[in-house]
């Protein structure tokens, strides 16, 4: 499976949108691409996922580059509950199901 | 709401004692994994298995670590002995494969820790 490569943290205020970008530039072309986040002391929850096209759902969209090599997860309107380290994660899904591996996330701070 | 329910939420022992963990996963789901995490590390897959049976174990100290699901509600992991370098919080996630079909989520227990003392 694909690696991915997210910076280690970013703030953003609250309202605005935040934009978290991972890179996954060795990603094969039926890969998905799965992000997860976690709230301190919890289990990670997902959030969304996609193989080519934009996704979007009622947590967050996905944006996912023409070329697949990165994309971009946005809260449209962030708030304070958003703050949590957001895992980008590639994965192939084969027949029987991949296994999930976590990286190091990207830590997000929502501030008021 | 169906949800992951791990028990114990805290667990404090003595190193060399032996630790179980259990792990109910949603009703229906076929897959169920178990993660350890910590601050160094991040989150560790360990072990994961399909229809009860185990897929992979490789992230798992085979001397000391064990994985099982004797049913489908119940996915135990236990240590014996337990050392201070096992101390972690421990996850248990479910989802649900589907034979040729879409992708598919996890769904995450609240995580049982342990202090290896």
């Known amino acids: 499976d694909a690696k991915t490569t997210q910076p280690p943290s970013m703030d953003c205020a609250e309202g605005r949108a935040a934009n978290l970008p991972c890179n996954h530039s060795?990603?094969?072309?039926?890969?998905?691409v799965y992000w997860y986040r976690q709230i301190h002391s919890q289990g990670p929850q997902y959030i969304i996922h996609?193989?080519?096209n934009n996704e979007t759902n009622e947590m967050a969209s996905l944006i996912i580059t023409e070329d697949r090599k990165s994309s971009t997860l946005i809260l449209p309107h962030a708030t304070l509950r958003d703050t949590a380290v957001y895992y980008c994660?590639?994965?192939?899904?084969?027949?029987?199901?991949?296994?999930?591996?976590f990286g190091q996330g990207t830590e997000l701070s929502v501030k008021p | 709401d169906a949800r992951v329910t791990q028990t114990p939420r805290d667990k404090v022992t003595e190193m060399g004692q032996e630790v179980t963990m259990r792990c109910q996963p949603i009703?229906?789901?076929?897959?169920v994994f178990w993660y350890r995490q910590t601050m160094m590390q991040g989150l560790e897959l360990l072990a994961y298995?399909?229809?009860?049976?185990?897929?992979?174990d490789s992230g798992m100290p085979k001397d000391r670590f064990s994985a099982e699901m004797p049913d489908a509600t119940l996915a135990t992991l236990k240590i014996q002995p337990s050392e201070p370098r096992d101390s972690a919080v421990y996850f248990c996630?479910?989802?649900?494969?589907?034979?040729?079909?879409?992708?598919?989520?996890?769904?995450f227990g609240e995580g049982s820790r342990l202090t290896v003392l």
């Open positions: 060795t990603i094969s072309g039926n890969e998905y």
């Open positions: 009703l229906g789901h076929n897959t």
């Open positions: 298995f399909r229809n009860r049976a185990p897929l992979d």
């Open positions: 996609g193989l080519k």
């Open positions: 996630a479910s989802g649900l494969v589907r034979s040729g079909g879409p992708p598919w989520e996890l769904f």
């Open positions: 994660i590639v994965i192939l899904d084969r027949l029987m199901g991949g296994k999930l591996i």
